[in-house]
């Protein structure tokens, strides 16, 4: 019996082999559709009904216009849907991509870097052009972005005495307003980069160099911004939503724990959906040593380098793009143009916003370089601890690292 | 001889389904992850084509022998897992063994009422909890009804050890191996650890309650009838009777509770992430993260040989202390 195990078990193991030749692919570019309507497949990370369907109906009149067809699925998890359809050479022709893992996307040759053969492609915020260029190259055309602002609750600002001028536009106001504050938690955001990161940016610091090729954590300016907030958290004028037993800041906020929150223009949505009592007023952020300064988030129309329809493609993205486009998308679902030329007419139709569409000129992006990932998320497990650790000693561990990751 | 050999056939052709299928599920793909462990392969495109860098055993020096963030992140993973499995394991077995003698008498309502947990969805459990142990949730609120100020669980990365023991000695901090400080390694699990163990611990008892159960019902009454005309006690009778008895689905129990905890996935995937501070991030969130977050499938799959490897280890390990000892 024992004799024949491992033929058998070798014979099972080649013929399975056999039907395994498939993976193998070229490495060639892929042959691209010349003739006929092209068939699109469009993979997006959703943040709810109203942008699914907003993006449908767009992708519908294009189809019409244009003669081809664009199916769109909204992803359970994008970065896995992602990673498995691109191991599977079969990765679908156009996806949301995160400004976030932007780089990692384009380091590994996923995508198409097709962003200035969009008409006009000098109208996104130069700043969002930034964010989605990897080693010189501008990959893929900015979706829309939002920015981080100050989010003030208006009635618990009258209840301290306070009024339109006591809103802070510098550290040193922001310190002395949230003294003034009392019964609840003056200031309130998430403890990680992507909110503790605007005091960085005001300092002039942030985490690499703008080309993402140098290791910049332990700056003099992160130092100090660190600090300020260190400051904050230890006489209480300010605390993470974690301990107001939050989520995140917007939901300290309308649950009215907090004054101030530091949030971004999603939080319409969510406080007309959740919190519809709570008043309050968007400002733009106090500005810090070094000026102004905010964080911007973004998604682009990813176009996949295996795409076999990437004239279809970028015709598609042509379309999502345009200013109307853009404007209808921002009724839809509440987020900004990423074009300029949009941001008139977008500031008309939503006055309130104003602070946050500015913030546009002034708003560093997530991280760009490839391999972050870990390091950064070992960043945030420093943050978290930022009221009983050394803040010079969470930076230097930053820097250790991301000059490692970089390699 | 020759009647031998069509057996042999006649058996492979009655086993050969069962080949395929394992040939082709498991060990295929774990000889294909084996092989990408040994990659820098970025996820574009086949790993079995040419033009994949091989690296060799690279992935595994860097989880070991090179020290940097993966390591670190790696080993952190390790000591959180193994404080996790030190507490599980003990802990449910126990809960398993008292909740199955005491079910033993009685009738079917405690039997469902003990097993609900186990076959209720994991990820919707973990969702309760985290209600629960939320700052101002039924958990602090009882503890405040006694006057207990409670943590906050879910944020609060303090290990227990390190807790009770209070100001570290230098002696600890300063030194350590493996890209951790002693301090590090013996801080034990964290707060927001605990919540996670006090979860586990309550849905997986009541599966393993079944099998003590079964076990139990399979005692012959008439041992413990004649252990009782001897005159042996309960407690007697319990730990020279019943528990010698119930040895082959102890083994069972422990070994299922090993492999199982060291596996834990969904509770962190969904309650914690890793954080806070990375004292819930255990070798298989950390190898899915690596993976599919990183793009580095290499180092992604390398993890999970490790812990493959630690299983199949700890697994011998309790097999050679649990062996049949000659008297």
């Known amino acids: 019996m024992k004799s024949l195990a491992f033929p058998a078990a070798a014979a099972v193991l080649l013929s399975v082999t056999a039907c395994g030749s498939g993976f193998d692919d070229q490495q060639a570019a892929p042959r691209q559709q010349s003739s006929g309507p092209a068939a699109l497949q469009v993979l997006m990370a959703s943040s709810g009904d109203a942008e699914t369907s907003a993006v449908k109906q767009a992708a519908e009149a294009w189809a019409k216009a244009s003669g081809n067809t664009a199916t769109v699925t909204p992803a359970q998890d994008i970065h896995q849907q992602l990673g498995q359809a691109l191991a599977g050479s079969n990765p679908p022709d156009v996806f949301y991509v995160d400004a976030s893992r932007f780089a990692d996307y384009a380091s590994v040759g996923a995508l198409e870097p097709y962003a200035d053969k969009i008409s006009d492609s000098q109208d996104f915020y130069p700043k969002l052009r930034e964010t989605f260029t990897y080693d010189g190259r501008f990959y893929c055309a900015p979706k829309d972005f939002s920015t981080l602002a100050l989010i003030v609750n208006d009635d618990l600002w009258k209840k301290n005495g306070l009024t339109d001028d006591d809103i802070p536009t510098t550290w040193d106001e922001l310190s002395a307003v949230t003294k003034k504050i009392k019964g609840v938690t003056p200031l309130t955001f998430s403890d990680t980069r992507d909110r503790v990161g605007v005091f960085m940016v005001q300092a002039g610091g942030w985490i690499t160099s703008a080309d993402g090729r140098q290791a910049t954590g332990d700056s003099p300016e992160n130092l100090q911004a660190l600090q300020y907030v260190k400051g904050l958290l230890a006489g209480k004028q300010a605390q993470f939503a974690k301990a107001l037993d939050a989520g995140w800041g917007g939901e300290a906020f309308g649950k009215e724990k907090a004054a101030m929150t530091i949030e971004g223009n999603w939080i319409k949505g969510a406080m007309k959906a959740d919190y519809p009592g709570v008043t309050f007023s968007v400002h733009e952020l106090p500005a810090g040593p070094k000026g102004k300064g905010t964080l911007s ?63 546009a000129d002034h708003a560093q992006g997530p991280v760009n370089a490839p391999k972050m990932d870990s390091v950064l998320a070992d960043f945030d497990a420093g943050l978290q601890q930022l009221a009983t650790q050394d803040p010079q000693k969470i930076l230097a561990r930053l820097q250790k690292n991301t000059e490692s990751a970089l390699g | 001889m020759r009647s031998r050999t069509r057996e042999n056939l006649a058996g492979w052709l009655f086993v050969a389904p069962v080949v395929v299928i394992l040939g082709l599920f498991m060990l295929l793909p774990i000889l294909m992850a084996l092989w990408v462990s040994l990659t820098g392969w970025n996820g574009q495109g086949s790993p079995f084509r040419a033009g994949v860098p091989f690296v060799g055993g690279d992935n595994y020096a860097r989880l070991f022998t090179e ?22 394991v003990p802990l449910q077995t126990a809960l398993a063994l008292f909740l199955a003698l005491v079910v033993n008498k009685r009738r079917t309502f405690f039997r469902t009422a003990f097993y609900f947990p186990s076959v209720t969805s994991s990820v919707a459990i973990s969702v309760v909890f985290l209600f629960i142990f939320s700052n101002s949730g039924a958990v602090n609120q009882l503890l405040a009804l006694a006057g207990v100020d409670g943590p906050k669980w879910f944020s609060d990365p303090r290990g227990v050890i390190q807790l009770l023991v209070g100001d570290p000695p230098a002696a600890l901090t300063e030194h350590g191996v493996l890209g951790l400080t002693w301090w590090d390694w013996l801080s034990g699990p964290s707060v927001a650890m605990c919540a996670i163990i006090a979860l586990v611990v309550w849905t997986t008892s009541g599966t393993f309650m079944l099998m003590f159960l079964a076990a139990l019902q399979n005692i012959p009454k008439a041992l413990d009838e004649a252990a009782m005309i001897d005159g042996a006690t309960r407690w007697q009778r319990f730990s020279r009777v019943t528990l010698p008895m119930l040895k082959p689905t102890m083994f069972l129990v422990l070994t299922l509770g090993l492999i199982g905890t060291w596996q834990v996935f969904d509770q962190i995937y969904v309650m914690s992430q890793g954080n806070p501070a990375k004292t819930t991030l255990t070798p298989a969130f950390l190898s899915y993260r690596t993976a599919f977050r990183d793009f580095d499938y290499g180092m992604g799959t390398a993890i999970s040989f490790v812990l493959f490897l630690i299983i199949v280890l700890m697994t011998l390990f309790q097999r050679w202390v649990m062996r049949e000892r000659k008297a």
């Open chain 2, 67 to 88: 020290d940097g963030l993966a390591r670190e992140d790696f080993m952190t993973s390790i000591r959180n897992n193994v404080y996790y499995v030190a507490v599980v």
């Open chain 1, 297 to 359: 988030f973004s998604n682009c129309w990813g176009i996949a380098a295996k795409s076999k329809n990437k004239a279809a493609a970028i015709s598609f993205v042509e379309a999502m793009t345009k200013t109307d486009q853009q404007l209808a998308f921002a009724r839809a679902f509440g987020v900004m143009p990423s074009r300029q030329s949009a941001k008139d007419a977008y500031l008309k139709e939503f006055p309130t916003d104003a602070a946050f569409v500015n913030g």
